[in-house]
């Protein structure tokens, strides 16, 4: 189930999933490697784009945001976490995958351009005069990015078609395969990381700013009351008395992106394949486990495989929350 074997037909020994043939001589191949690498790969990108955000937030709403913007912020982002994951899949598979290939370079600009910015326009606002600064916006500054971003992303994405033609030739997938040797599918890591970190983002927003919003306020005054600045106080003070239930947010982050299945299956091209590029898919256990059980005949070895494979999957959640656990409660302490 876990190490290379050499199958009849194949230069190698290897490790393959692929349960069914066109044939009666076909042999079952049920590695279970591929399988744990898909979900290991699909939680990797789905925390790469979901926990600077839902963190990051999660610290802006609770400590700078204005009250009023807050009242409307954190339950837009708990209706986030109400979508049924298979809307989020279908969505990814059929709406956001084609977006994604064509305007990938504009993509990668937007990662870079947005953050710079958002650093310009802050240190713009703190260069202004003070008379220009209205202390009634203190808290708003997130609703005054706002231009800012949309301007940001219309800007990347006209960026990004002029990278294409001017350094790819005017197809930067056609570019990758032929100079790099990398095949691109539609539906990518990329993809379900983009999918599955909007999936993910409410949970670990709404436990860290509970945990956030619950530091004693005698802390974040006695801070204050000695001279630091609310930014430090927030580093300092805030965050790692916070710090506990961000752990726990993380933890239980990671163990819904691991144990996701509709997202996984429907914006995947759900191959098991073991590469480390973002531009190809995966399978995970869970999403496997939802493909082949209708099929898989009872008491037969498929049928077994698949419930090794639950165990797996089992031990994976297990093991990560109980290490979570162990840190969380290790901070605490301290």
């Not at 713009?124 to 220009?132: K, T």
């Not at 990278?163 to 691109?184: C, H, K, N, P, Q």
């Not at 239930?245 to 073991?274: K, P, Y």
């Not at 031990?315 to 409660?329: K, Q, S």
């Given at each position: 189930?876990?190490?290379?074997?050499?199958?009849?037909?194949?230069?190698?020994?290897?490790?393959m999933?692929?349960?069914?043939?066109?044939s009666?001589?076909?042999?079952?191949?049920?590695?279970?490697?591929?399988?744990?690498?898909?979900?290991?790969?699909?939680?990797?990108?789905?925390?790469?784009?979901?926990?600077?955000?839902?963190?990051?937030?999660?610290?802006?709403?609770?400590?700078?945001?204005?009250?009023?913007?807050?009242?409307?912020?954190k339950?837009a982002?708990?209706?986030?976490?109400?979508?049924?994951?298979?809307?989020?899949?279908f969505?990814?598979?059929?709406?956001?995958?084609?977006?994604?290939?064509?305007?990938?370079?504009?993509?990668?600009?937007?990662?870079?351009?947005?953050?710079?910015?958002?650093?310009?326009?802050?240190?713009?606002?703190?260069?202004?005069?003070?008379?220009?600064?209205?202390?009634?916006?203190?808290?708003w500054?997130?609703?005054?990015?706002?231009?800012?971003?949309?301007?940001?992303?219309?800007?990347?994405?006209?960026?990004?078609?002029?990278?294409?033609?001017?350094?790819?030739?005017?197809?930067?997938?056609?570019?990758?395969?032929?100079?790099?040797?990398?095949?691109?599918?539609?539906?990518?890591?990329?993809?379900?990381?983009?999918?599955?970190?909007?999936?993910?983002?409410?949970?670990?927003?709404?436990?860290s700013?509970?945990?956030?919003?619950g530091?004693?306020r005698?802390?974040?005054?006695?801070?204050?009351?000695?001279?630091?600045?609310?930014?430090?106080?927030?580093?300092?003070?805030?965050?790692?008395?916070?710090?506990?239930?961000?752990?726990?947010?993380?933890?239980?982050?990671?163990?819904?992106?691991?144990?996701?299945?509709?997202?996984?299956?429907?914006?995947?091209?759900?191959?098991?394949?073991?590469?480390?590029?973002?531009?190809?898919?995966?399978?995970?256990?869970?999403?496997?486990?939802?493909?082949?059980?209708?099929?898989?005949?009872?008491?037969?070895?498929?049928?077994?495989?698949?419930?090794?494979?639950?165990?797996?999957?089992?031990?994976?959640?297990?093991?990560?929350?109980?290490?979570?656990?162990?840190?969380?409660?290790?901070?605490?302490?301290?």
């Amino acid at each position: 189930l876990f190490g290379r074997v050499h199958y009849e037909g194949y230069a190698g020994p290897g490790w393959m999933w692929q349960s069914t043939g066109g044939s009666e001589a076909f042999e079952p191949k049920f590695s279970l490697t591929p399988l744990a690498y898909g979900t290991l790969k699909g939680t990797f990108y789905s925390l790469l784009f979901a926990l600077p955000l839902g963190i990051l937030g999660a610290v802006y709403t609770s400590q700078f945001m204005h009250p009023a913007l807050q009242r409307l912020v954190k339950p837009a982002v708990e209706i986030m976490a109400g979508l049924p994951s298979v809307v989020v899949g279908f969505l990814a598979g059929l709406w956001l995958a084609p977006h994604v290939a064509r305007h990938l370079p504009g993509l990668v600009v937007m990662g870079l351009l947005l953050p710079a910015l958002v650093l310009l326009a802050a240190w713009v606002w703190h260069s202004l005069p003070a008379r220009f600064r209205d202390p009634r916006l203190m808290g708003w500054e997130g609703v005054l990015l706002l231009p800012v971003l949309a301007g940001g992303m219309w800007l990347s994405l006209r960026l990004g078609t002029a990278l294409e033609a001017a350094l790819f030739a005017g197809d930067f997938r056609l570019w990758l395969y032929e100079y790099r040797g990398v095949t691109y599918d539609v539906r990518n890591s990329i993809v379900v990381g983009i999918a599955m970190g909007f999936a993910v983002i409410p949970i670990i927003f709404g436990i860290s700013e509970d945990a956030l919003a619950g530091v004693p306020r005698d802390l974040i005054a006695g801070s204050l009351a000695l001279g630091a600045t609310p930014w430090r106080t927030v580093v300092g003070v805030v965050v790692p008395t916070a710090l506990p239930g961000i752990i726990s947010a993380v933890v239980i982050g990671i163990g819904r992106a691991v144990g996701e299945t509709m997202i996984v299956l429907m914006a995947t091209g759900n191959t098991a394949v073991m590469n480390l590029s973002a531009f190809t898919g995966f399978r995970a256990l869970s999403a496997n486990i939802a493909v082949e059980m209708p099929e898989a005949p009872v008491g037969g070895t498929l049928y077994r495989v698949l419930f090794a494979s639950a165990l797996l999957l089992f031990a994976f959640t297990f093991t990560l929350n109980t290490a979570g656990e162990l840190v969380r409660l290790r901070m605490q302490r301290r």
